[in-house]
Every structure is written in structure tokens, then in C-alpha cells.
């Protein structure tokens, strides 16, 4: 059964600083790897899709990496800023696009 | 990205009586719908996938005479909440994925309350 389990559950950081949230899976045979944004009471907002055949995957001052083999996937956040508090998920899809999910990981950006 | 239209946003309604929450893919055909909920502070679960114009496929601990899905066109799905009880309270959000399938698009989710 897959397992996901995102590291660290929350994280408090000051503005501009760069930072890393973590993501493992425990089955390689994945279909895509994606990362999400959720603000609290709302739904998803999709930030990066990694491709089983990908390695990583950047839009503005996002950077997702994906090594399948250890099953793990990382988020890169340059220069954070206070909009950017929220909760990221990680989610693996297992053929088409059923998404199994992590717990996530509560960000908060102080200014 | 396609977009996913989801109703309502949040309903409150009395134990007992069933919710039904609608979700429609507004530019794409939706020919895969998926179910998810998420208790407070857990991360969401895949209740059920439907295909459409077939009957739903349910995970495992999830009462599929509970929670109803109809998935008669290829832009509309719905999820009836049958005899909702407080423990039924969540969030639940729906995603819809295409052909392809690229990737799935998720609607804005429903918080729902039973008092």
C-alpha cells in the first residue's frame, strides 16, 4: 500500500528566506508526482507536476524534484514571502490520477 | 488549467437528512471522477472513483450506500450524503480528469456541518 509522509508537519520561517519541504514515498511505481497549495477552508491549488520520467519541475520560485528510486520529492521556495503561508501537499498518483496524499506541511512566512 | 466547478462551498444541514454536492468540468470532458474527503487536521482520502455512464468504484471502509455517486454525463458528477450524521462532517472535494489523462483538476471542495 503506498504511503506517503511529508516532513517536516509545520515550519515557521522569516520572510526571504529559502526553504525546503520534504516528501517520501514508499512505491516507486508511480504515475506523477504533484505539489499543492491549500489555504485554510479552501481547495486545491496545483503548483508543480513531475512526471514519472521527469526529475524536476520549476515555475517562478518553485523548484520540485523527483527521485523515484528513493522515493522522494522536494519543494524549493526562494525567497519566501508572507503570501506564500499555507499548507503544501504532496501527492504520488497511482495509474491515471488517483492521488495518494501526504499529511502536509503547514507553512507560515512571518514578516 | 480545466476548472472543476463545485457546489456548494459549505452546507450545514440536520442529522438525518441527505446532501447532495455537484461537481461539473466546465471546459474539458470529465471522463474519470474522483472523491476525497478530509477530517480536521488529516490529509484528504480517495472515497471513490467513477467513471462515466458506470457505477462507482469504492475504497475500502467507505459505505457506498452511505455515499452515493452518479456520473450520467461526461461534465457532471454528484456525491449524495445519505442520512447524514456529525461524524459525516468534512471536507470533501472532487477531481475530474480527462481523456488523456494529463492531470486531474480539482473543484473548490465543500465544507460540510451536521447538527
Known amino acids: 500500500k503506498q504511503e506517503v509522509t511529508q516532513i517536516p508537519a509545520a515550519l515557521s520561517v522569516p520572510e526571504g528566506e529559502n526553504l525546503v519541504l520534504n516528501c517520501s514515498f514508499t512505491?516507486?511505481?508511480?504515475?506523477?508526482l504533484q505539489w499543492f497549495r491549500q489555504d485554510p477552508g479552501k481547495g486545491l491549488t496545483s503548483l508543480l507536476l513531475?512526471?514519472?520520467?521527469?526529475r524536476e519541475q520549476t515555475s517562478g520560485r518553485l523548484n520540485a524534484s523527483l527521485d523515484k528510486s528513493s522515493g522522494r520529492s522536494t519543494l524549493y521556495i526562494a525567497a519566501s514571502q508572507p503570501g506564500d503561508s499555507a499548507t503544501y501537499l504532496c501527492?504520488?498518483?497511482?495509474?491515471?490520477?488517483?492521488?495518494?496524499f501526504g499529511a502536509g506541511t503547514i507553512l507560515r512566512v512571518k514578516s | 488549467g480545466a476548472v472543476v466547478s463545485q457546489h456548494p462551498s459549505w452546507v450545514i444541514c440536520k442529522s438525518g437528512t441527505s446532501v447532495k454536492i455537484e461537481c461539473r468540468s466546465l471546459?474539458?470532458?470529465?471522463?474519470?471522477m474522483f472523491w476525497y474527503r478530509q477530517f480536521p487536521k488529516q490529509s484528504l482520502m480517495l472515497m471513490a472513483t467513477?467513471?462515466?455512464?458506470?457505477?462507482?468504484?469504492?475504497e475500502q471502509g467507505v459505505e457506498k450506500d452511505k455515499f452515493l455517486i452518479n456520473h450520467a454525463s461526461l461534465t457532471l458528477s454528484t456525491l449524495t450524503v445519505t442520512s447524514a450524521h456529525p461524524e459525516d462532517s468534512s471536507f470533501y472535494i472532487c477531481?475530474?480528469?480527462?481523456?488523456?489523462?494529463?492531470?486531474?483538476?480539482f473543484g473548490q471542495g465543500t465544507r460540510l456541518t451536521v447538527v
Open positions: 501527492a504520488v498518483a497511482l495509474g491515471g490520477n488517483k492521488l495518494v
Open positions: 512505491d516507486s511505481a508511480i504515475y506523477n
Open positions: 513531475i512526471q514519472s520520467s521527469q
Open positions: 471546459d474539458f470532458q470529465a471522463t474519470t
Open positions: 467513477s467513471n462515466e455512464g458506470s457505477k462507482a468504484t469504492y
Open positions: 477531481s475530474g480528469e480527462d481523456r488523456g489523462p494529463t492531470e486531474a483538476f
